[in-house]
């Protein structure tokens, strides 16, 4: 691909035909989230052949030697989801799903196409980016923050509840590097879930501590995907899609085998995956 070609694809790059004063303003009350024709290819070097691996895979790009030179992670992908849309994307692993939140997010951007959105995009896949070890618990709360596109007075704003629902009291002084595990965790859990959403990338759903703080963990969660003007949460409980979405993406190699209502596209990817009990003596019950 040349540069001029990843120059067009680049979503900070994406133009927009001009539109009429009464239709930009429809569109700026509006929280929107649109892939258009996705495509994603991860580069492979050195010296793999074709007879070496499998030639069938319609993922696995080669060149004209029979050189394999990339590995299309995912291929053609379009929706569009609108404020208030809860979208849950399903499918095997290694189907692309971890991979399409993070070109949803902009965390990686595409080999083609575009990712088009309206509103801020929160991106739970990892809630440790960003966090230094060597800064203390109130620094990593401005750091975070601030890599999360809010200004340093909505930062203020939050960090006394911030302090409250992680309570971490005096340790919140000191460097994470002396906190436990369970201590950071539930720092950059509150951290998190503290700002509220528009567009919501979520990588299954998130807990963390003991018995007593996931409890308080849980609710708060639900209260903050409550809030999101867009959830896409990405996951292979069963329950957890139905309680939480009305639409469904089931993903399969990297393309869309199916896109909409949720106990439609959810009922045709278990029928796919999941074995016939009275063939493999598998339980009658989904777990998802």
Same mark, same amino acid.
């Given at each position: 691909?040349?540069?001029?070609?990843?120059?067009?694809?680049?979503?900070?790059l994406f133009s927009r035909?001009?539109?009429?004063?009464?239709?930009?303003?429809?569109?700026?009350?509006?929280?929107?989230?649109? !892939?258009?024709?996705?495509?994603? =290819?991860?580069?492979?070097?050195?010296?793999?052949?074709?007879?070496? $691996?499998?030639?069938?895979?319609?993922?696995?790009?080669?060149?004209?030697?029979?050189?394999?030179?990339?590995?299309?992670? +995912?291929? *053609?992908?379009?929706?569009?989801?609108?404020?208030? *849309?809860?979208?849950? #994307?399903?499918?095997?692993?290694?189907?692309?799903?971890?991979?399409?939140?993070?070109?949803?997010a902009e965390i990686v951007?595409?080999?083609?196409?575009?990712? $088009?959105?309206?509103?801020?995009?929160?991106?739970?896949? %990892?809630?440790?980016?960003? #966090?230094?070890?060597? !800064?203390?618990?109130?620094? %990593?709360?401005?750091?975070?923050?601030?890599?999360?596109?809010?200004?340093?007075?909505?930062?203020?704003?939050?960090?006394?509840?911030?302090?409250?629902?992680?309570? +971490?009291?005096?340790? +919140?002084?000191?460097?994470?590097?002396?906190?436990?595990?369970?201590?950071?965790?539930?720092?950059?859990?509150?951290?998190?879930?503290?700002?509220?959403?528009?567009?919501?990338?979520?990588?299954?759903? +998130?807990? !963390?501590?003991?018995?007593?703080?996931?409890?308080?963990?849980?609710?708060?969660?639900?209260?903050?995907?409550?809030?999101?003007? #867009?959830?896409?949460?990405?996951?292979?409980?069963?329950?957890?899609?139905?309680?939480?979405?009305?639409?469904?993406?089931?993903?399969?190699?990297?393309?869309?085998?199916?896109?909409?209502?949720?106990?439609?596209?959810?009922?045709?990817?278990?029928?796919? %995956?999941?074995?016939?009990?009275?063939? !493999?003596?598998?339980? =009658? =019950?989904? =777990?998802?």
């Amino acid at each position: 691909m040349s540069m001029n070609e990843v120059s067009k694809s680049h979503p900070l790059l994406f133009s927009r035909g001009k539109k009429k004063p009464e239709e930009e303003k429809a569109d700026e009350e509006e929280v929107f989230l649109r !892939a258009e024709k996705i495509e994603l =290819t991860f580069p492979v070097r050195g010296g793999i052949r074709q007879g070496n $691996v499998s030639e069938r895979d319609q993922r696995l790009v080669w060149d004209d030697r029979r050189r394999l030179r990339g590995v299309r992670a +995912l291929s *053609d992908l379009s929706f569009e989801l609108h404020q208030g *849309d809860r979208l849950a #994307i399903m499918g095997r692993n290694g189907s692309g799903k971890t991979t399409l939140l993070q070109v949803l997010a902009e965390i990686v951007a595409p080999s083609r196409g575009a990712i $088009v959105s309206r509103g801020r995009i929160t991106s739970l896949i %990892n809630i440790n980016l960003g #966090i230094q070890l060597e !800064a203390t618990g109130h620094r %990593n709360i401005t750091l975070r923050g601030l890599a999360s596109g809010y200004s340093r007075k909505h930062i203020e704003a939050k960090r006394q509840e911030i302090a409250e629902f992680s309570e +971490l009291g005096d340790f +919140l002084n000191m460097p994470m590097a002396a906190y436990s595990s369970g201590m950071r965790m539930r720092l950059t859990f509150a951290i998190a879930t503290a700002f509220d959403p528009e567009i919501l990338i979520l990588d299954e759903w +998130l807990s !963390a501590g003991d018995i007593t703080f996931k409890r308080k963990a849980t609710e708060r969660m639900q209260e903050f995907v409550s809030k999101a003007g #867009i959830l896409v949460l990405a996951s292979h409980s069963r329950q957890l899609i139905l309680d939480n979405c009305e639409k469904g993406l089931w993903l399969d190699g990297g393309t869309i085998r199916a896109f909409g209502p949720i106990r439609k596209v959810l009922d045709a990817y278990e029928a796919d %995956n999941i074995p016939s009990p009275a063939i !493999a003596g598998a339980p =009658t =019950t989904a =777990t998802g």
